[in-house]
């Protein structure tokens, strides 16, 4: 497509009439059967005129060619090659084509008239799509262009101004005049420069490539941009500029994002607007897709380039592509690309610590601490409360369902009511489960929130586990297993809420390498998740039984030496808690177990993406712990049940509450709570 000095938004580069040139048709004129009525406008190859057909009592559109085109073979052929293409489309969202023929020697088309205005008329009188008009748009237009591709035709001029809207809100594709019959372009007989206009115009028109149904979808695309922002997406002085623009700039995200358009339709565009055509939509079918899942629709630049290793690896059963770290990162920041989450800069622990006394004051997370230290009081709820709970604490009913019929199918039990389920699960536990809900219903991620579902999946996984372990060898339960389960990795929260961008580009970094989590973070903050996650309980005081297993879950090996040293610092303490010490690295050792098999088990996702190459069972801790049994267990009972039954635990529903959509809904209505509280 030739790039002179025509506007953006201007007509395709064609030749126009000379203005000297005199006219010759005007209301009252007749063309082939029809009467002309008035002038509608006129572009570089026609004029378009309003007719009637007295026969039938119908208005028309004539399209009749500007005389100085007429000896032009070019514009000749393409003028011809409208009416064959056209000729043979019927479809409801296509300007149907009525008859063809000549007047004076001039060729003209015969068209259906459209009561009504283009998208073009709403752009220029402020009109900008909402969410709902765009939907009404794109699945009328794609069926307009997925029908005309069928037919073996693409438009290559789509834009607003080639989209009529008529009075009964349907949605109608005209001015075919550049259109092309696909067979012919991969033939090789039509090879022809290419020509559109430059406002929304695709790379192949700028670099004369060869077109096919993937460059009427980025046009399409372009004109979505414009008709959902009232902006281009490639704005410029020159129409050079555009055209360079549309090969070589990034795709404008940043416009999106200030009109707010919502992610799944950010994706959306992008993917349709993509440089390379083997990187769009490859039909229109997929874009159709797209479209009835759009709130949920993700698409973004691949993020990690993954080391391949015959090696074991920790990942997620049921969670989202690695590529976005199993559905971590939301659509907003995924389609930003990967230069967001660049590792460059390193921290020292003290910077750290000294940004962490800085937001403390206001730091979300925060919100979560009331609930998880009563978990902590062993002080379980009476029957009543728990099944009051089912109806006022989102998605406890559903997870209480899911693990019930869990532990109904391992140990043939038919619980039937809400009390029976309760029981069957247990009063503790459920009562551990409704607190965990009614936590994460908080809003206790910042404005950069992510999708942590699968982290939590992990988390309580590791906390019922460890459970499920003591249970079966019959060892002494503490009543907090579960709390240390579901908060040790709490240290991660508080980093990505810190440094969020730094932490996504710290577990990409160790999932590509396939590098131990704390050595990444210990690298780049100079600080781990654990060391953390103990500052964080500290300060809220939580006992000093879940502080140290916090602390130590990655190596428990050392927890009892630091206990030992502790108790030296702290002399009066070690004399009241004497003997705990070997109850507290005992448990350090359990959770330990039970988060390496959640790992196994792939119940969500902790970061860490290394794994024991020896299957859990085998391992010197499982061994060790099994050997601690003061019940009459096997080894291979033991393992049937972790190992086989335990791969069918379900997916957690209250985990949803720890989605980025979830959490920016919980912090909408405390604004709205704050800002009602102070009037």
């Known amino acids: 497509m030739a790039c002179g000095a025509d506007g953006p938004g201007e007509e395709p580069n064609r030749s126009y009439m000379d ?51 007429m000896s032009s073979p070019e514009v000749m052929a393409n003028f011809l090659e409208e009416a064959r293409a056209i000729a043979g489309l019927r479809h409801t969202n296509i300007v149907p084509l009525y008859s063809a023929g000549e007047e004076q020697g001039v060729p003209y088309l015969a068209m259906g008239y459209i009561e009504g205005q283009t998208l073009e008329d709403w752009i220029m009188a402020g009109r900008i799509f909402s969410i709902e008009d765009a939907l009404w748009f794109m699945k009328q237009a794609v069926a307009a262009l997925e029908y005309a591709s069928r037919s073996n035709i693409i438009h290559l001029d789509v ?112 993917k349709m607007m993509e440089k390379k055509p083997e990187e769009r939509f490859q039909s229109y079918h997929e874009i159709t897709a797209a479209l009835e899942n759009i709130n949920h629709f993700q698409y973004g630049k691949k993020m990690l380039s993954i080391v391949e290793t015959a090696e074991r690896r920790a990942l997620p059963r049921s969670e989202g592509p690695a590529e976005s770290l199993f559905d971590l990162v939301p659509d907003d920041m995924v389609v930003q690309g990967d230069h967001l989450f660049t590792l460059q800069d390193s921290y020292e ?24 230290r009563a978990m902590q009081k062993g002080s379980p709820e009476d029957l009543r409360s728990l099944i009051e709970a089912l109806l006022l604490v989102p998605s406890y009913k559903e997870t209480l369902e899911v693990l019930s019929t869990f532990m109904a199918n391992a140990s043939d039990a038919r619980p039937q009511s809400d009390a029976e389920k309760i029981e069957l699960v247990g009063m503790e536990r459920s009562r551990n489960i409704a607190l965990t809900a009614i936590s994460l219903y908080r809003p206790w991620q910042g404005e950069r929130a992510l999708n942590w579902h699968g982290l939590w999946q992990h988390q309580i996984y590791t906390g019922l586990l460890s459970e499920f372990i003591i249970d079966m060898l019959g060892l002494p339960a503490t009543g907090m297993e579960y709390l240390c389960g579901l908060v040790h990795d709490i240290g991660k929260l508080v980093l990505a809420e810190l440094y969020p961008a730094k932490t996504i580009g710290v577990w990409m970094h160790a999932y590509e390498q396939n590098l131990p989590l704390t050595q990444v973070e210990q690298q780049y903050f100079g600080v781990d998740h654990a060391q953390l996650g103990q500052e964080w309980l500290q300060r809220h005081k939580f006992q000093r039984t879940v502080r140290y297993l916090v602390a130590f879950h990655e190596d428990p090996e050392n927890c009892y030496q630091a206990l030992m040293e502790s108790n030296k610092l702290h002399l009066i303490s070690s004399m009241i808690s004497s003997g705990n010490e070997d ?52 080894l291979e009972e033991f393992a049937e049940f972790f190992m086989v039954t335990c791969r069918n635990l379900p997916d957690l529903p209250i985990t949803q509450l720890a989605h980025a959509s979830e959490a920016q809904k919980r912090l909408h209505e405390k604004e709205v709570r704050d800002s009602k509280a102070k009037k």
């Open 19 to 69: 203005p000297s040139q005199q006219q010759l048709f005007s209301a009252g004129s007749r063309v082939g059967q029809y009467l002309v009525l008035e002038k509608l406008g006129e572009g570089g190859m026609s004029e378009v005129f309003k007719a009637i057909e007295p026969t039938l009592e119908r208005y028309v559109a004539i399209k009749i060619m500007h005389r100085a085109n």
């Open 159 to 270: 834009k607003p101004a080639n989209f009529m809207v008529d009075a009964e809100n349907t949605v109608m594709l005209t001015d075919f005049g550049l259109a092309r019959k696909m067979t012919e372009i991969a033939s090789g007989t039509r090879d022809d420069e290419l020509q559109g206009t430059p406002a929304y115009a695709s790379p192949e028109h700028v670099l004369q490539e060869k077109p096919d149904l993937r460059t009427d979808i980025y046009c399409l695309g372009a004109s979505l941009f414009h008709l959902m922002t009232g902006e281009f997406p490639y704005p410029g002085e020159t129409t050079e500029d555009v055209c360079r623009a549309h090969v070589f700039n990034p795709f404008p995200i940043e416009t999106l994002h200030n009109h707010e358009i919502p992610p799944g339709w950010c994706n959306l565009l992008r």
């Open 349 to 372: 622990a003290q910077e750290v610590y000294h940004t962490l006394d800085t937001r403390w004051p206001v730091l979300h997370l925060n919100a979560l601490a009331p609930d998880l």
């Open 583 to 634: 109850e507290i690295n005992f448990m350090a050792h359990i959770i330990y177990c039970a988060n390496v098999l959640a790992k196994e088990l792939g119940l969500g996702y902790s970061g860490n993406p290394q794994l024991d190459q020896i299957p859990w069972i085998e391992q010197p801790m499982t061994q060790m712990i099994f050997e601690a049994r003061e019940k009459e267990i096997t």
